[in-house]
């Protein structure tokens, strides 16, 4: 069968999840939302979400349209395609809807879900499905919509006339400027990720430390002003941004294995057929695992009574079912392409599975109370608070050991079953392999993403349940849904943090690919405007005179000096390393200033006698007020310096000077992002674990328990807000410099 008409399976596939997305929808929506008092919680909530998501979006559409003002000046001057400006708008445009609705989704869902509980028969079934599948609903939109965006651009390119190339070279041009529109899906994905993050951490930290520490309140307590702030910054955080955050991941991650496949195919001298095969292969992948997804979705249930190891093993059913249904649909699409080396890309397609399972489970084992390191946390709260954070800090820095060690002999076996060996020629060969073993990590991102919108969820669900007095029977069903949501947004942050290298590093690839064509396209500008000398199209590469395009990695990597003896790499890298602390301590210093105001405002309303009796109503409104200034203040500084340090460094170091700055990045940031995760999940999980009794230093309201939560607040902007931030930090630095890769030739040639 001919590429031309497997592809067509990507826009059916998008239509399938999103046809699937809305059914989940309606279903969620018929499911009934309990009294009246639930009604007007899960109210609230929604009214706050939606109010702070309209506030951010008129914030990011104004800084988006100046950029796309700036590309198209770039693209006016021919250091740029002209489709860039439009395409980067799209990509935004898609990365925010699919967290818009995912959260609109969530803040209808958790009540019902709270509601469903209530039933004494099979309540608890009946609320993990449907907060599952109320999580799915994120899940397909954004497989969807991604879908959607990409197969509907590569047609717009390859029969528009846009694209004057032809053969192979047309190929690495589209996919070149396809990958342009993930620069604004990873704008606005960090946007929604550090604004969501600020937001709902603010408000977390506000109601734990005043409502448990300092008046010994349950979670959710309904006189605690900043409870509805709390919920309110669930969704926005966890769902909003984390729908908007691995958007940009799926669609990078197919996007840049595309280009790869394009490029390998230039440099090895092949046929447009056989780079078609490698453009397409991504693409059908992600398709059919979005359908295979859907399935997965079905086999999620449980029975009355589970314990935390039967809930999780309910939730890995369909991960694990559709993983090994796309491993041995892999196959069959790579052979049905007819790829030569098809049996190893296979192999580089599993590996990308294998990875992610295995980051979850190390995720899982370092953040869930059922296993040691949460239950060594919790038992240091025993001498206090500072225990606590010290074993936390511990146990996050060495769960860094084992997803780095993953994603290192990942990548080796990745690149050694589509290259072969290591060599410069088969270099090509090998990151192309590299490119789709993400896509192979993320081709179940629709059953995944539906696991880590669950948490959120579950967490307003036990949030309504408590405020709406639904008794201890309910509550403890809702809790037993959070915890295992605690689990999951921590197994799905290393999941996303583990997909984010995988995809920089193919990011990284398309960086020298996209250099290509701008030193083609600055060659022209500059011959026509500056001089009648330089020529980048003929390029002097050891003795010997080569197009632009016929450059190998090795010729590239000689031409622009990019090798560890040239300052500008070590230097690069240097600034790479800092950007991620300099980024991290941005936010966390924004979470420190919103809380320290959400602190001071919940002492003041809790003053009242009234308020703290219950007999007058807190003033809700104003807490959620404080966190939405907070977050829109806030999220601007940290997420432009991902844009400005990238085009600064292009134009102060060049070229060399970029690379060392992505290759920095990676690696201080996954590490970090890793870190921060799972110490901020191992700590929150230590204090449920002291909340449900289960040992004999448990129990709330106590003094153990106060230390935990001092924990578990250092935790939340780890988790939260700065730790999930910095994997969208990493990818977009790298697409910034791959979209402004005309200003490096441009300063590095002239």
């Known amino acids: 069968m001919s590429p031309q008409t497997l592809f067509w399976i990507v826009p059916a596939a998008s239509l399938v999840a999103l046809a699937f997305a809305a059914k989940f929808y309606c279903g969620m929506k018929k499911a009934d939302e309990g009294t009246d008092r639930m009604k007007e919680i899960a109210g609230y909530v929604r009214e706050g979400a939606m109010a702070y998501l309209k506030q951010q979006y008129k914030i990011v559409t104004l800084i988006f349209i100046i950029l796309a003002i700036v590309f198209a000046v770039m693209a006016f001057y021919n250091l740029q ?36 509980c209530r039933d004494e028969e099979d309540g608890l079934n009946k609320g993990l499905q449907l907060a599952f599948r109320s999580g799915a609903v994120l899940g397909l939109t954004v497989v969807g919509f991604g879908l959607l965006d990409i197969s509907a651009w590569y047609l717009i390119l390859d029969n528009t006339g846009l694209i004057e190339a032809e053969g192979v070279s047309k190929l690495v041009e589209i996919t070149t400027i396809m990958l342009t529109f993930g620069m604004g899906a990873s704008l606005q994905a960090l946007f929604a990720r550090v604004g ?154 599993v590996i990308g599975l294998l990875v992610g399972i295995l980051i979850g489970k190390v995720t899982e084992y370092y953040t869930s109370f059922e296993y040691k390191p949460v239950k060594f946390i919790a038992e240091n709260a025993t001498t206090g608070p500072a225990t606590v954070i010290i074993s936390g800090i ?57 696991t880590d919108a669950y948490g959120p969820i579950s967490d307003n669900a036990g949030g309504n349940a408590e405020m709406s007095n639904l008794g201890e029977s309910v509550r403890s069903r809702t809790d037993a849904l959070d915890a295992l949501g605690n689990t999951t947004a921590a197994t799905g942050k290393g999941f996303a ?32 405007c500056f001089s009648d000398t330089l020529n980048a199209h003929q390029l002097n590469i050891a003795g010997q005179t080569k197009d632009v395009m016929d450059l190998t990695i090795a010729d590239f990597m000689q031409l622009f000096e990019v090798n560890l003896m040239n300052p500008k790499v070590l230097l690069g890298i240097f600034i790479g390393a800092m950007l991620s602390f300099l980024f991290c301590g941005l936010t966390m210093n924004a979470v420190g200033r919103a809380a320290k105001s959400m602190v001071e405002e919940v002492r003041r309303q809790l003053s009242d006698k009234d308020v703290f009796e219950g007999k007058k109503k807190a003033d809700y409104a104003r807490c959620v007020g404080i966190s939405t200034q907070g977050a829109q203040r806030e999220m601007i500084v940290p997420s432009m310096i991902a ?89 977009l630095m790298s697409m910034v410099s791959i979209v402004t890769a005309g200003l490096n030739v441009a300063f590095s040639l002239l």
């Not at 559709?322 to 790829?339: C, E, H, K, N, Q």
């Not at 064509?517 to 500008?525: D, K, P, Q, W």
């Not at 970090?672 to 449920?688: P, Q, R, V």
């Open 394 to 450: 511990g146990v996050g820095m060495i769960s860094t050991c084992w997803p780095v060690i993953f994603i290192v002999l990942g990548t080796i076996g990745a690149y050694i079953c589509a290259a072969g060996a290591f060599s410069a020629d088969s270099m090509s060969m090998g990151l192309y392999g590299i490119g789709i073993a993400a896509v192979g990590m993320l081709s179940t991102l629709g059953l995944t993403l539906a």
């Open 196 to 349: 969501g993050g600020i937001y709902t951490k603010a408000a977390d930290v506000g109601a734990d430390l005043v409502g448990k520490t300092e008046y010994h309140f349950n979670e959710d307590d309904p006189r605690n002003p900043a409870t509805i702030a709390d919920n309110v910054g669930d969704n926005v955080g966890d769902v909003a941004g984390m729908g908007a955050d691995l958007y940009e991941s799926y669609a990078g991650s197919i996007l840049a294995s595309a280009a790869l496949g394009a490029a390998a195919t230039a440099v090895a001298g092949g046929s447009y057929d056989e780079g078609l095969k490698l453009v397409m292969a991504p693409m059908i992948i992600g398709a059919i695992g979005t359908i295979l997804s859907v399935l997965g979705i079905f086999t999620v249930r449980t029975k009355q009574g589970a314990t935390q190891s039967m809930l999780m093993a309910a939730l890995n059913k369909g991960i694990n079912f559709s993983g090994v249904l796309i491993a041995l649909a892999a196959a069959g699409v790579l052979y049905t392409l007819g790829i030569q080396n098809w049996l190893g890309l296979w192999g580089s397609i």
């Open 81 to 116: 395609n002209k489709i860039v400006p439009v395409a980067f708008l799209t990509g935004g445009f898609f990365s925010g809807l699919a967290g818009f609705i995912g959260m609109k989704t969530a803040t209808y869902a958790s009540g019902r879900v709270a509601q469903a």
């Open 497 to 528: 943090i583990g997909s984010a290298a995988l995809t920089a590093l193919a990011l990284l690839a398309s960086y020298i690919e996209e250099i290509k064509i701008a030193a083609a396209r600055v060659g022209e500008f500059s011959l026509n």
């Open 643 to 731: 844009v400005i340090v990238p085009i600064a460094t292009g134009l102060i170091m060049g070229v060399p000077g970029v690379f060392g700055l992505l290759a920095g990045g990676l690696a201080g940031g996954f590490v970090l992002a890793i870190f921060m995760a799972n110490s901020g999940g191992a700590w929150d999980n230590a204090k449920k674990y002291i909340e449900t009794g289960d040992a004999p230093f448990c129990g709330k309201h106590t003094a153990i328990h106060d230390a935990s939560v001092v924990g578990d607040t250092v935790g939340d902007p780890f988790k939260d807000t700065s730790g999930p931030s910095l994997n969208i930090l990493i990818k």
